[in-house]
């Protein structure tokens, strides 16, 4: 069986930290329950935790970026 894998870029894990789009948030807590992969680039999670620690950053970022990945 083939499973459909999301990959997530910077801008778009951005988005959905930033804006909490309920109808995002469905549509991967259906493709997590289908055991459906949800996957980001180490490249994308470097740039989110770079952005979790910068000084304009509210504290809860890190923690929804740690929650994400």
């Known amino acids: 069986m083939n499973r459909?894998?999301?990959?997530?870029d910077t801008n778009i894990?951005?988005?959905i930290m930033r804006e909490r789009p309920q109808s995002v948030l469905v549509?991967?807590?259906q493709a997590v329950g289908k055991r459906q992969r949800i996957v980001v680039f180490a490249i994308t999670y470097?740039?989110?935790?770079?952005?979790?620690?910068?000084?304009?950053?509210s504290p809860k970022v890190a923690t929804i970026v740690d929650a994400c990945v």
């Open 4 to 8: 459909a894998v999301y990959m997530l």
């Open 27 to 29: 549509r991967l807590e």
């Open 46 to 57: 470097s740039e989110l935790r770079f952005g979790a620690i910068s000084p304009k950053a």
């Open 13 to 15: 894990c951005s988005f």
